[in-house]
């Protein structure tokens, strides 16, 4: 779906750059939800190391909506 760019960890907290890949369905999907700031109040964005798998995973939730990305 894409890779990260840029982790670290920042006075606000986990801070997290990356780029989407282009013609992937998900992508595409996480790309509308985050363009232009179109997350609303109260969504969460989690990114876990290494998930149940054992694989990178970037979570949305935005009200009772999940979003789960894995990357290989």
Known sequence: MGTWTEVREDKRGL???????????????VLDLISGGRLPDGSKIIVRLKSKEGRPTLEFQIGDRYIKVRYD
């Open 15 to 29: 801070y997290v750059e990356g780029k989407l890949a282009k013609g992937v369905a998900k992508a595409a999907k």
